[in-house]
């Protein structure tokens, strides 16, 4: 899978991307990135990629034609254009669903702004997908372009070499409900001991300690998850399961 990443600040994205699990990843040849910077797009003596706003008010906007120009050259490099995603508070909001469509696709061209935002004609243009990572405001899209990469990389097939373990991973489609509580040695730690079940061999009794404490602990910290039916279905099971009765 391929990404491109247009950024003001490519040099955030270097340290992230040597970590562990992305790193192999990138020397297997199953995931590439690739960083752009807009400001090689801009014109002039000073490279200016933003201006202030028409109608008044703080802060600068992103200038269209910079950002326009490095998509459309970026689209150019590589076999096919990719999905072109503006990272942006105003977008809709991540999460595992949307990280599984886009696993799916070949390519990614992940669009990160800075200062007041884009131009409205960069959307009118491009009509990117705009996508947030939740209800808090970061200083630009570059740590959510992080974090799209983070959580898109683990559900491409063979960056996390056990396929099971990203289908049981809690919010993936088949599963509401959190992770249960892990042990390791020490069997005490400073008079916290590790549950007796899980140090026997009774893989059905552990099994079912394990579902106990997934449920226990949705219900004490995400309640919501448990409204929506069945934690282990997604609502697509649900709707098939009805209709098979009728
Ligand atoms: Cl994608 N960008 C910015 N600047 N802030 C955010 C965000 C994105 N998602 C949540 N907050």
Known sequence: MRFDVLTL???MFPGYLGQSLLNLAIQRGLVEVN???IRDWAKGKHKNVDDRPFGGGPGMVLSPEPVVECVEAVQQLGDSPGRVVLLTPGGRTFNQRVAEEFSDAQR???LCGRYEGFDQRVIDILQPDE???GDFVLNGGEVAAMVVIDAVVRLVPGVLGDEQSNKQDSFSSGNRLLEFAQYTRPREYRGHEVPEVL????HPAIAEWRKQNSLERTRQRRGDLLDQ????KTSADE????SAVD
Not at 199 to 202: E, V
Not at 239 to 242: A, D, G, H, I, R
């Open 9 to 11: 600040f490519p040099e």
């Open 35 to 37: 960083l752009h910077n």
């Open 108 to 110: 990614l061209v992940l």
């Open 131 to 133: 996508l947030s990572i």
């Open 199 to 202: 140090l026997g061999g009774n």
């Open 229 to 232: 039916g069945d934690p282990t």
């Open 239 to 242: 709707t098939n399961e009805s």
